[in-house]
C-alpha cells in the first residue's frame, strides 16, 4: 500500500468512526447523581441506597428505548419532602437522550426526557388547602393520548394497580373548609356552606367532591360551592404505603416529553411507551 492510499483509508476510517452512531456500549453515558436536595429526615448515611433503588428500574428502560442515533445519559435524585408524613422518600430517575448530529457530534442539550416519579406524586396533586391538607387530583391517574408538552406521556403505575389516593366527599370537603374559615372567622363564608349542605340529600353529600382545575382556597374565592367542578379532590390513602419500606419504589409515575423539530426523537418515544415493560416495572413496587 502506498503512502496516497494508506492516507485514504485511514482518512475515510476516521471519517467512518465520526459518522457512525454510537456502539452498544456507549449509547449510554454514566448514571450521575443530582444531590443539591433530599428531603428533612433522611441520614446522610442512607442518602446513597435510597438513590440506589432506582437502579432496579433501567433494565426495563434500557431494554425499551432504541439507541441508533443517541446517546442515553441517567440522573438520579431526591424530590422534595414526602407528601405523605412517615411516607416512602420521593426520588426522580431522569433519563435524557442527546441527539446525533449530522457531523456525528452530539447536541449538547436533551432532545428526550424521561422522568420516572418514584414515590413523588407532585406531578400529580395540586393542594386546594393547606390546613387542613386537602388535595386536587390535576391529572387523570391512567395514561392519556393528549399531550401538553410535545409528544408528551403521563401515567402511573401503582401496586396491584390500585391508586393511592380516595376520594373525599362533599360532606368532608364542607368539614375541612368549615374549620378554615372559622380560623378565618369568615362568617359569610361559614353560611353559605351550611345553607349549601343543607340543600343536600345524604345520598348527595356522600358524593366525591370535585373541584375547578388547579382551584385554591388560598388564592380563588373562597367557596366554590358543591357543584359543578372537573377535578377529584382526594386525601392519599395512608394503607396503601407500607411505612417499614421508606427505601423502595412503592408508587411510579411516567412522563415524557421532546424538544420540537426532534422527529425522530418522537418517533423513538412513541415506541418506547409502546415497548415498555409496565407490568415488568409493576413488579418493582414494594
Request: hydrophobic content about 40%.
Amino acid at each position: 500500500m502506498n503512502t496516497r492510499t494508506f492516507l485514504i483509508a485511514a482518512l475515510c476510517a476516521v471519517l467512518l468512526s465520526v459518522l457512525s452512531p454510537p456502539a452498544a456500549g456507549e449509547s449510554w453515558l454514566p448514571t450521575v447523581d443530582n444531590d443539591s436536595r433530599y428531603p428533612p429526615g433522611l441520614p446522610a448515611a442512607q442518602r446513597a441506597k435510597v438513590l440506589a433503588s432506582l437502579d432496579a428500574l433501567l433494565p426495563a428502560v434500557r431494554a425499551a428505548l432504541d439507541t441508533q442515533g443517541v446517546r442515553f445519559q441517567a440522573q438520579r435524585s431526591f424530590a422534595d419532602e414526602p407528601q405523605l408524613p412517615q411516607g416512602p422518600w420521593p426520588l426522580n430517575l431522569e433519563v435524557g437522550g442527546y441527539e446525533q448530529q449530522a457531523d456525528g457530534t452530539f447536541e449538547g442539550e436533551y432532545a428526550t426526557s424521561i422522568t420516572f416519579f418514584v414515590n413523588d406524586l407532585g406531578p400529580l396533586l395540586h393542594i386546594a388547602l393547606d390546613e387542613p391538607r386537602i388535595w386536587l387530583l390535576k391529572e387523570d391517574a391512567r395514561k392519556r393520548d393528549g399531550h401538553t408538552i410535545p409528544f408528551g406521556h403521563f401515567g402511573l403505575l401503582s401496586k396491584g394497580g390500585v391508586v393511592p389516593f380516595k376520594a373525599v366527599s362533599k360532606e368532608e370537603f364542607a368539614r375541612r373548609v368549615t374549620a378554615w374559615a372559622t380560623r378565618r372567622k369568615d362568617a359569610k363564608t361559614l353560611a353559605q356552606i351550611n345553607a349549601d349542605l343543607a340543600a343536600l340529600t345524604p345520598a348527595q353529600r356522600a358524593e366525591p367532591m370535585r373541584l375547578p382545575p388547579a382551584f385554591s382556597l388560598e388564592t380563588s374565592r373562597p367557596w366554590p360551592g358543591l357543584n359543578g367542578g372537573g377535578r377529584p379532590v382526594v386525601d392519599i390513602d395512608p394503607a396503601y404505603f407500607d411505612p417499614t419500606k421508606r427505601d423502595v419504589p412503592q408508587v411510579l409515575l411516567l412522563m415524557g416529553s421532546v424538544t420540537r423539530n426532534h422527529e425522530r426523537a418522537t418517533r423513538r418515544l412513541q415506541q418506547f411507551w409502546k415497548t415498555l415493560d409496565y407490568e415488568g416495572m409493576r413488579a418493582l413496587l414494594r
